[in-house]
């Protein structure tokens, strides 16, 4: 049993399979070359899988984890690929999380200046978020995701059974993002992590995440469609992602994404609250709804409100002049707020240390 969601964009249009199983699909990607680019953790546990079922002419690993996240390894995966000859009829097919998903994204828009790659999402996090929309990079010691490009997969095969592997910690990094899109999206999508928490902190039966899978990539495919280049409604994915990835950032990546967003979320509903712009609550269901999922909801004591700002400044989307941020108008409806004055944005995150 699989589902397909389109992703509408004109000639760049592509296909999300989701369901148990959709992983044997990957044997159909025959009539190009395939490049395998997955990380050491996967390989271990997806490896064998992987060999025998995904048709390929080659195969890159790096070590697994945000550190690796970098331009070197980008170059590194061209340079193998240059190595065993991949031409522009190149297919790089990313199995992984989403630090393989945007680097492997990344290599192949600039590998001979363009070639097409395929996700096959491993973590929660890739499923719900990263493997659509053609968002792809790396980071850089200045800021996170900071050089990149935009390129579309050819196609996106969503398998929760690669959730079986999944630590409970990754799997709560992917359900902070489906909050996420809750907030800012749709309130049903919210209740229903409200409803069952405790059900969903690990990745025992996966099928339970498909209706979280398909609702999420579904919002996500509207919202890239509409603004693939992010110059309006795609800007509220952000939601708490500036707050987040100045935590990430401070703690030297030993917060994941997924953590640094569910704190973010938390300090951009303490910010809404205090500008009138969000009930107070509202702002407390999320925050129960963020605890109920087994993620923090207070800031680390290192992330000092100077350092924060700081950091916040850096992100790429504040480059020069006021933070920009998206705020919750109410869970299911979002907005961007430009010149946030900093002045707020101390006093809001001062109440969240813990
Ligand atoms: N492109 C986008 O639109 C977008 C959106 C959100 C996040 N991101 C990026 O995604 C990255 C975070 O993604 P992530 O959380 O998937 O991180 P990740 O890719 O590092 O995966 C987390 C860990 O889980 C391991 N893993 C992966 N699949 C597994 C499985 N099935 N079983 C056991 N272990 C497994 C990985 O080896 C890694 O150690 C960040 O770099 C973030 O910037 C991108
Ligand atoms: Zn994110």
């Not at 998903?101 to 828009?109: K, L, V």
């Not at 709560?172 to 309130?187: N, Q, W, Y």
């Not at 409803?195 to 995440?209: A, I, K, S, V």
């Not at 919002?219 to 110059?231: G, N």
Request: glycine share 10%.
């Amino acid at each position: 049993m699989s589902e397909t969601i389109r992703v509408g964009l004109g000639e760049r249009a592509y296909d999300i399979v989701i369901g148990s199983g959709v992983r044997a699909l990957a044997a159909e990607l025959t009539g190009r070359r395939n490049f395998l680019v997955t990380d050491s953790r996967v390989s271990e546990l997806w490896g064998a899988w992987a060999r025998e079922t995904v048709p390929q002419a080659g195969w890159f690993e790096f070590p697994a984890g945000e550190q690796s996240k970098t331009p070197d390894t980008v170059i590194a995966i061209c340079r193998r690929a240059a190595e065993l000859q991949f031409d522009r009829q190149a297919r790089f097919v990313a199995l992984g999380g989403g630090v393989v998903g945007d680097m492997t994204g990344f290599a192949a828009a600039i590998y001979m200046r363009g070639v097409g790659f395929v996700q096959v999402p491993t973590t929660l996090l890739a499923m719900v978020d990263s493997s659509v929309g053609g968002k792809t990079g790396v980071d850089i010691p200045e800021g996170k995701n900071l050089v990149g490009a935009f390129h579309q997969p050819e196609q996106v095969l969503i398998d929760p059974d690669f959730l079986s592997t999944l630590p409970p910690e990754e799997i709560r990094c992917g359900l902070a993002e489906i909050l996420k899109t809750g907030v800012i999206l749709d309130e049903a999508l919210f209740a229903a992590l409200e409803r069952e928490p405790e059900t969903l902190r690990d990745g025992r039966n996966p099928e339970r995440f498909v209706p979280l899978i398909r609702r999420s990539c579904e919002l996500k495919a509207q919202v890239v469609a509409a603004d693939e280049r992010e110059s309006g409604i795609r800007a509220l994915l952000n939601y708490g992602h500036t707050f987040g990835h100045a935590v990430e950032l401070l703690s030297d990546f030993r917060i994941s994404h997924g953590e640094g967003v569910a704190i973010g979320m938390c300090c951009a509903g303490e910010l809404a609250v205090r500008l009138g712009r969000w009930s107070r609550a509202e702002a407390e269901r999320q925050k129960r709804a963020i605890a109920a999922l087994g993620l923090a909801t207070q800031l680390p004591r290192h992330c000092s409100v100077p350092a924060m700002l700081e950091a916040m400044h850096r992100d790429k989307k504040n480059r020069g002049g006021a933070v920009t941020l998206v705020l919750p108008k109410r869970i299911g409806e979002a907005e961007t707020v430009r010149t946030v004055p900093d002045s707020e944005i101390a006093s809001a995150l001062e109440v969240l240390y813990d």
